[in-house]
């Protein structure tokens, strides 16, 4: 496994033992996500969901996230992606959780601030046992993301809007037998994030012109 663009590009990670239940996302499906949203990572925080060996997040870093939070209940992938960090030198830049990742969304999404990339990448088994849970987790992401983040979510099944809240605004995109479904929360404009309305030129009085316009500062 590789870095496949940015500050870290050719740079090799670990994956997984050969015997280990984790399955990692293939570079060309990771290349192919990070093509349709590598350039809105600068300034942005990654947040790795189901973070296996970490190369999501590690990706996001390599094209300037500012920082990235790993979730990740399994004691080995954790340990894993502790290794990846540092092997990366990310360390003073990722944030490790050993937690499950619906519990962590549940607890900590509306403590996120600023614009944030989630990438979900749940493990397969979890489409076969019922969606609700899927389902619950971009519910909440989708109601409480600030300004400017998106959502990534990965999946070995069609996504349809059993699984995707207002199904219309997410772009879904098929690689072979994955499917990937990107959706975007829009920056507020100016006149929004400051709770204005918008106002009207006042007109002249008694058929004068308007004098100069002289700016805030």
């Given at each position: 496994m590789r870095i496949i663009a940015g500050q870290r590009r050719g740079h090799k990670i670990e994956g997984p033992r050969a015997t280990a239940a984790m399955r990692p996302t293939s570079d060309l499906v990771r290349e192919s996500l990070f093509n349709i949203v590598g350039a809105m990572m600068p300034g942005r925080t990654a947040v790795d969901l189901f973070a296996g060996t970490g190369a999501i997040g590690l990706e996001a870093l390599s094209r300037g996230a500012e920082s990235a939070i790993f979730v990740e209940k399994d004691r080995e992938a954790v340990a894993l992606i502790h290794a990846?960090?540092?092997?990366?030198?990310?360390?003073?830049?990722?944030?490790?959780?050993?937690?499950?990742?619906?519990?962590?969304?549940?607890?900590?999404?509306?403590?996120?601030?600023?614009?944030?990339?989630?990438?979900?990448?749940?493990?397969?088994?979890?489409?076969?046992?019922?969606?609700?849970?899927?389902?619950?987790?971009?519910?909440?992401?989708?109601?409480?993301?600030?300004?400017?983040?998106?959502?990534?979510?990965?999946?070995?099944?069609?996504?349809?809007?059993?699984?995707?809240?207002?199904?219309?605004?997410?772009?879904?995109?098929?690689?072979?037998d994955t499917q990937v479904a990107v959706w975007l929360r829009d920056e507020p404009d100016a006149n929004e994030a400051a709770g204005d309305e918008p106002r009207s030129e006042p007109e002249a009085e008694g058929g004068e012109e308007p004098g100069e316009e002289v700016g805030d500062g």
């Open positions: 990846n960090v540092a092997k990366l030198r990310y360390q003073d830049r990722a944030q490790i959780r050993l937690a499950d990742a619906y519990r962590w969304v549940r607890t900590h999404a509306a403590e996120l601030v600023g614009p944030t990339a989630v990438f979900l990448d749940p493990p397969y088994r979890e489409y076969e046992i019922g969606v609700k849970r899927i389902r619950a987790v971009l519910d909440q992401l989708v109601e409480q993301l600030p300004a400017g983040s998106l959502i990534v979510l990965e999946a070995g099944r069609i996504l349809d809007d059993q699984i995707l809240p207002d199904f219309d605004a997410w772009d879904v995109r098929r690689y072979g």
